[in-house]
């Protein structure tokens, strides 16, 4: 039974950190690319970041460039999201979602297994 269970969620004031991590099961991670995406109330899926097999190639949207930091741990099929300096407007439920193969793919239709979220909520 594939699982992909996102943790590290909540409230935090602008200008401050959070860290998601997304623990998955029943698939072969270490085959699959791992991606974040983002719904804001009213809002489609937007791509955060994404990180390839083995952790080297990583893809991230502009809005984000520069304050978050995916990575992975395959030991631990486990992969992680690092957000500093964190704006009002990255107020959101934040998912992550498994695909095959490793090419740099942003849309989340294209993505084969996702988690149920975990929001985060940024105060001005």
């Known amino acids: 039974q594939v699982q992909l269970v996102e943790s590290g969620g909540g409230l935090v004031q602008a200008g401050g950190s959070l860290r998601l991590s997304c623990a998955a099961s029943g698939f072969s991670f270490s085959t699959y690319a791992m991606g974040w995406f983002r719904r804001a109330p009213g809002k489609e899926h937007d791509f955060v970041a994404r990180?390839?097999?083995?952790?080297?190639?990583?893809y991230y949207a502009n809005s984000v460039k520069g304050r978050f930091t995916i990575s992975r741990d395959n030991a631990k099929n486990t992969v992680y999201l690092q957000m500093d300096s964190l704006k009002p407007e990255d107020t959101a439920v934040y998912y992550c979602?498994?695909?095959?193969?490793?090419?740099?793919?942003?849309?989340?239709?294209?993505?084969?297994?996702w988690g149920p979220g975990t929001q985060v909520t940024v105060s001005s």
């Open positions: 979602a498994a695909r095959p193969g490793n090419d740099v793919v942003i849309a989340a239709k294209s993505y084969e297994y």
């Open positions: 990180i390839d097999w083995g952790g080297s190639n990583i």
